[in-house]
């Protein structure tokens, strides 16, 4: 878990680093502040989907993509590939994340189940531990009378 938090601080800083850039306006800034956009919003939901226990190579998978979208937003040519692939990254993450959610309270479910189930048992037992003794004693005399 420790390597998969400094890859994802590593893709942090990356992307900070090149949103910090020169406050001028270009042409195509429209496409890249939403290409822009979109990369933190992926980023932030592959954060989400590891802070909700999703397997570290669903994670590994997930941040080689957000680094193959921020090549892709650095060559500006391929703007429309970086918000798409961007989008790609954020719905995936979203869905990990929400599995990872569903898993974790099923299974926190059934372990209170078997809680329960175990409490049941173990008093039906203590409760019942006078007839086990006096069933184990009628066995022995039967099969003292046989003999």
């Not at 400094?6 to 496409?31: D, E, M």
């Not at 703007?79 to 790609?88: D, P, V, Y």
């Amino acid at each position: 878990m420790h390597f998969r938090f400094q890859k994802l601080l590593g893709i942090f800083l990356v992307l900070t680093f090149c949103f910090s850039g020169g406050g001028g306006y270009t042409s195509g800034q429209p496409a890249q502040v939403y290409a822009k956009s979109q990369l933190v919003k992926a980023f932030v939901l592959v954060q989400l989907a590891d802070l909700a226990g999703a397997s570290p190579g669903q994670i590994s998978q997930l941040a080689n993509n957000l680094n193959l979208a921020l090549q892709y937003q650095q060559n500006s040519s391929e703007l429309n590939k970086s918000a798409s692939l961007s989008s790609a990254i954020a719905a995936e993450a979203l869905g990990l994340a929400n599995t990872a959610r569903e898993q974790v309270s099923f299974h926190q479910g059934v372990a209170y189940s078997m809680a329960v189930g175990a409490g049941f048992a173990s008093a039906l037992i203590v409760t019942g531990s006078h007839r086990i003794a006096e069933f184990a004693r009628r066995l022995r005399l039967r099969r003292m009378r046989l003999d």
